[in-house]
Nanobody, 115 residues
Framework: QVQLVESGGGLVQPGASLTLSCAASGSGFSMLMMGWYRQAPGKQRDLVATIARNGNTDYADSVKGRFTISIENAKNTVYLHMNSLNSEDTAVYFC?????????WGQGTQVTVSS
């Protein structure tokens, strides 16, 4: 019962910044956590960052100190602020929502870091 709309991806140069957003809409669910995963070509989908409704966060080691996740609870919108991007960050980024009954996934937004 949840639809996720992602935006903010694009092509940037190394060292640049991007902010991704994901808005969750729907009814009949209780959102427990929102976050981001990413998948590079030929690789598995890995966790990037998560944030619970109470504000607790978790980050992959590869993005600690560079990425910041935040949430606007009233709008069920999660953001991923990405700084100091490098080529290893190139991937499709997927928003997800952990609700009480199940998890939901967005369609993904492409982030490409290249000179």
């Amino acid at each position: 019962q949840v639809q996720l709309v992602e935006s903010g991806g694009g092509l940037v140069q190394p060292g640049a910044s991007l902010t991704l957003s994901c808005a969750a809409s729907g009814s009949g669910f209780s959102m427990l956590m929102m976050g981001w995963y990413r998948q590079a070509p030929g690789k598995q989908r890995d966790l990037v960052a998560t944030i619970a409704r109470n504000g607790n966060t978790d980050y992959a080691d590869s993005v600690k100190g560079r990425f910041t996740i935040s949430i606007e609870n009233a709008k069920n919108t999660v953001y991923l602020h990405m700084n100091s991007l490098n080529s290893e960050d190139t991937a499709v980024y997927f928003c997800y929502v952990l609700a009480l009954a199940r998890a939901y996934w967005g369609q993904g937004t492409q982030v490409t870091v290249s000179s």
